[in-house]
């Protein structure tokens, strides 16, 4: 029975290291979903709380960063479905702003730019924003695929759709 223990530990251990590595792009795919502080705290248990679920077949994953990405893109699915019946509110430009100032690390001029950029990111539309959304943590097609169990080909029209959409707020506030 020992080594069952172990090896649940094991797992438990490579969630967390996993959860530790990315803890990043957790945090954007948080930010760029949910406004509200206790909502959004509810969130990110959720997802930890899937992780910790699935924590032996994300040892056992071929990829599991793109194994993880799709369990916080599964959870945070949910969380936006439940928020819409619930009618939560999105994200205001002054508490973004807010949130954003309270970022130690990042330089001002980054702040702005990452400000209008989620901001942009939020105006887009669902698919066009989860798309978008993996594509800036870096994932490949190929990843993204995989991620929301769609076909490569869909990947990049999605991802051009999304880029489209997201020049022209950009450019034209829309």
Same mark, same amino acid.
């Not at 502080?37 to 924590?55: N, V, Y």
């Given at each position: 029975?020992?080594?069952?223990?172990?090896?649940?530990?094991?797992?438990?251990?490579?969630?967390?290291? %996993?959860?530790?590595?990315?803890?990043?792009?957790?945090?954007?795919?948080?930010?760029?979903?949910?406004?509200?502080?206790?909502?959004?705290?509810?969130?990110?248990?959720?997802?930890?709380?899937? %992780?910790?679920?699935?924590?032996?077949?994300? *040892?056992?994953?071929?990829?599991?960063?793109?194994?993880?990405?799709?369990?916080?893109?599964?959870?945070?699915?949910?969380?936006?479905?439940?928020?819409?019946?619930?009618?939560?509110?999105?994200?205001?430009?002054?508490?973004?702003? *807010?949130?954003?100032?309270?970022?130690?690390?990042?330089?001002?001029?980054?702040?702005?730019?990452?400000? *209008?950029?989620?901001?942009?990111?939020?105006? %887009?539309?669902?698919?066009?924003?989860?798309?978008?959304?993996?594509?800036?943590?870096?994932?490949?097609?190929?990843?993204?695929?995989?991620?929301?169990? +769609?076909?490569?080909?869909?990947?990049?029209?999605?991802?051009?759709?999304?880029?489209?959409?997201?020049?022209? +707020?950009?450019?034209?506030?829309?």
């Amino acid at each position: 029975m020992r080594s069952g223990s172990n090896n649940s530990q094991s797992a438990i251990d490579f969630v967390v290291q %996993l959860w530790q590595q990315h803890q990043g792009a957790i945090s954007r795919t948080l930010l760029a979903n949910e406004a509200d502080p206790e909502a959004r705290q509810d969130l990110k248990q959720d997802i930890f709380l899937a %992780l910790h679920q699935s924590a032996a077949r994300l *040892q056992a994953a071929e990829l599991p960063r793109a194994y993880l990405f799709r369990i916080m893109h599964n959870v945070t699915v949910d969380h936006i479905a439940r928020a819409q019946r619930h009618k939560w509110q999105p994200l205001d430009d002054e508490t973004q702003q *807010q949130m954003l100032q309270d970022c130690p690390s990042a330089e001002v001029a980054e702040k702005q730019q990452s400000q *209008q950029l989620m901001q942009a990111v939020r105006r %887009l539309s669902p698919a066009n924003r989860q798309v978008m959304l993996l594509a800036m943590e870096d994932l490949d097609a190929p990843e993204i695929a995989e991620i929301l169990q +769609i076909s490569h080909g869909a990947v990049r029209v999605r991802l051009n759709r999304a880029k489209t959409e997201l020049m022209e +707020i950009m450019q034209h506030g829309r």
